[in-house]
């Protein structure tokens, strides 16, 4: 069995981390295997740069625990320390790929209110990362987010904005994201006026026409009762008599159904012309 000794560069100082299997290494990290494969001799060293070493090391424990059955959690780590973890695993281009590390850092900046050091934290880790990741982008919209809809406490507003100055590119992008969401809802409570307005004016025409209705049967019932009062089809009433004998001739075909009027007078020409044909 072929040993690594894995170091941390940083600042052109070397800290021996630990020492690895070479196996194990070389299939659970891209990088060491590319480190390793030009190395000749008993001893081999893999240097590691650009990431922390508490972070490092915590990865590089993982993989020697688990080999290749490696699963790294970071659902219960604070961000800024979550974010180390995913620098530490890109660094090390750990095999199989791990991206539940950097879904469990989306989903907490979508859901949590951020501090400023977290936001340092994300923005230094995935600005360059914009094509290919979430994150940034997330942090920037729930930022401009929490702040355009005074989640921050007064005292507490200025803190995230102070952090953000030192990085122009932050800054900036956390402005023009909070001066879309204000037009976005100036535009939603425009629209939202003017559908409450439309509302009420169908609200409005809807009662006018079940009133009208409710008038409209209203008066077609009392028409029907009064032609079948009239024709002996029921008991007239003292309104109805009183009706009829004020009326004018013929008046008291009002509210009597059309298609009935057509047939009787269907009737009457066929009785005109049966009595034609028998004389």
Known sequence: MCAVSVFHGKDGMLTQLRIMNEQLLS??????????????GAEKAVTIFGVGSAPLNYVLEEIQRHGTDVYIKTHREPLDRAVA???AVEALAVDPAQPQVEGSIVQFIAHNKLEPRWMVAVHLAFESRIDSSKAWTTMVHQL????????YEAEEAAAPQKAASAHPSLHQAIDEKIENLENRRSNYDEASTKFA??????????SRTRVRDIHQRVHDHNNQL???????MREASEATV????????????IGRPKKELKKQKRQAGKKVDEGESGM
Do not use: M, V
């Not at 299939?27 to 000749?40: I, N």
């Not at 307005?197 to 809807?206: L, M, N, S, T, V």
């Not at 009706?243 to 075909?253: E, F, H, I, M, Q």
């Open 242 to 253: 009183e009706w009829a004998l004020t009326s004018k001739p013929g008046s008291y075909y």
């Open 85 to 87: 973890i995913f620098q």
């Open 27 to 40: 299939r659970c990290s891209c990088t060491a295997r590319d480190l390793l494969q030009d190395q000749k």
């Open 226 to 232: 009064r032609y079948e009062e009239t024709h002996g």
């Open 144 to 151: 401009a987010w929490d702040l355009n809809n005074g989640n």
């Open 197 to 206: 307005a439309r509302k009420e004016r169908i609200a409005e025409k809807q």
